[in-house]
């Protein structure tokens, strides 16, 4: 095993940025890779095995890249620009965060932060329809949102409707009080609250008033055709066949539309099928439709997220396994 020294300059108005809070992000590296950072006078020395200390390279090389871009180091952007070198794509990185949608109220940027998500946002650029198939936390609601609000702002559509399918999730509520709107707000929440944060309350309520945007939930599709609108279908897993079916053929000129699910987090009762695995069957093939899966890999939540929703992949995955060995030796 051979040593290597390797220097990189990291400015110090940006070293506690890329190093993190109590130096967390550069003490994971060194346990990641096995080398040791000395950072003196703006430089930051790297003392490891000669490829391990390469990568690490690489990997400071991006994160003070996306620092001198004006973003702030977290550590999701860490682990996924360490993956990212194991898979010999962390040039990707900058690249991804050079990919604008649109600021937030406060003005914050919102931008793609994974490759997965990055394909995700051009096959709503590009297609007509877009079916974003992923776990909880990989952004697929909130860049759709970003992307319609964008869109309706440029006047590239003249409204925006967001709908979900109102079901419980896995418990009874019973009556709940109130008018309808008051009876539907709880299942839609989810998609207030990004609206909110991108376009502001005020702004959501004035073109609200005007029809420009809407939010619904599902059954208040049916007999509409939707022409020059941006239409986002939230929790499609939790859709009948049928309701998909009505769904899709709402569409009309001059439309876009994104469709988002994740197929392990069914509400709808025990045996009944989902319309958004069946559309996807029945889709796949056509053209102006994209079907985009994102991963564990793409969670941009709390680490922790990110690692429940492997551990749920890793169990779901022994669990078909064990089940279909068990069928086996019964046949």
Request: proline share 4%.
């Given at each position: 095993?051979?040593?290597?020294?390797?220097?990189?300059?990291?400015?110090?108005?940006?070293?506690?940025?890329?190093?993190?809070?109590?130096?967390?992000?550069?003490?994971?590296?060194?346990?990641?890779?096995?080398?040791?950072?000395?950072?003196?006078?703006?430089?930051?020395?790297?003392?490891?095995?000669?490829?391990?200390?390469?990568?690490?390279?690489?990997?400071?090389?991006?994160?003070?890249?996306?620092?001198?871009?004006?973003?702030?180091?977290?550590?999701?952007?860490?682990?996924?620009?360490?993956?990212?070198?194991?898979?010999?794509?962390?040039?990707?990185?900058?690249?991804?965060?050079?990919?604008?949608?649109?600021?937030?109220?406060?003005?914050?940027?919102?931008?793609?932060?994974?490759?997965?998500?990055?394909?995700?946002?051009?096959?709503?650029?590009?297609?007509?329809?877009?079916?974003?198939?992923?776990?909880?936390?990989?952004?697929?609601?909130?860049?759709?949102?970003?992307?319609?609000?964008?869109?309706?702002?440029?006047?590239?559509?003249?409204?925006?409707?967001?709908?979900?399918?109102?079901?419980?999730?896995?418990?009874?509520?019973?009556?709940?009080?109130?008018?309808?709107?008051?009876?539907?707000?709880?299942?839609?929440?989810?998609?207030?609250?990004?609206?909110?944060?991108?376009?502001?309350?005020?702004?959501?309520?004035?073109?609200?008033?005007?029809?420009?945007?809407?939010?619904?939930?599902?059954?208040?599709?049916?007999?509409?055709?939707?022409?020059?609108?941006?239409?986002?279908?939230?929790?499609?897993q939790n859709t009948t066949p049928a309701q998909m079916k009505m769904f899709l053929t709402r569409i009309g000129f001059g439309s876009k539309v994104v469709i988002t699910g994740d197929s392990t987090q069914?509400?709808l009762p025990a045996g009944a099928a989902s319309g958004l695995d069946v559309a996807v069957q029945v889709v796949k093939?056509?053209?102006?439709?994209?079907?985009?899966?994102?991963?564990?890999?793409?969670?941009?939540?709390?680490?922790?997220?990110?690692?429940?929703?492997?551990?749920?992949?890793?169990?779901?995955?022994?669990?078909?396994?064990?089940?279909?060995?068990?069928?086996?030796?019964?046949?």
């Amino acid at each position: 095993m051979s040593l290597s020294e390797l220097m990189i300059d990291i400015p110090a108005e940006h070293e506690a940025n890329v190093f993190g809070q109590f130096d967390s992000y550069a003490k994971k590296i060194e346990r990641t890779f096995h080398v040791t950072l000395i950072a003196r006078d703006g430089q930051t020395k790297i003392v490891g095995e000669n490829s391990a200390a390469q990568k690490v390279l690489r990997i400071l090389t991006q994160l003070v890249e996306l620092s001198r871009r004006g973003n702030t180091i977290t550590e999701q952007n860490v682990d996924y620009a360490i993956s990212l070198v194991y898979e010999d794509q962390e040039e990707d990185l900058v690249a991804i965060d050079k990919d604008l949608i649109c600021y937030t109220l406060q003005g914050k940027p919102v931008k793609p932060k994974t490759l997965g998500q990055k394909r995700y946002v051009d096959a709503i650029r590009e297609g007509m329809i877009t079916f974003g198939l992923g776990p909880a936390g990989t952004g697929k609601t909130y860049l759709a949102m970003a992307m319609a609000i964008t869109a309706f702002k440029r006047n590239e559509v003249s409204r925006i409707i967001l709908t979900r399918p109102a079901i419980e999730a896995g418990e009874k509520l019973g009556f709940l009080p109130g008018d309808l709107q008051s009876k539907i707000d709880p299942y839609l929440r989810p998609l207030y609250d990004a609206l909110y944060q991108i376009m502001g309350a005020e702004s959501f309520i004035k073109n609200s008033e005007k029809g420009l945007i809407e939010v619904a939930p599902l059954a208040y599709m049916r007999g509409r055709t939707l022409d020059n609108a941006f239409i986002i279908l939230d929790e499609a897993q939790n859709t009948t066949p049928a309701q998909m079916k009505m769904f899709l053929t709402r569409i009309g000129f001059g439309s876009k539309v994104v469709i988002t699910g994740d197929s392990t987090q069914k509400d709808l009762p025990a045996g009944a099928a989902s319309g958004l695995d069946v559309a996807v069957q029945v889709v796949k093939n056509l053209d102006d439709i994209t079907i985009c899966s994102l991963t564990s890999k793409d969670v941009v939540r709390h680490p922790l997220v990110q690692k429940i929703v492997k551990a749920y992949e890793d169990y779901e995955k022994k669990s078909a396994a064990r089940q279909k060995n068990t069928r086996r030796r019964k046949a």
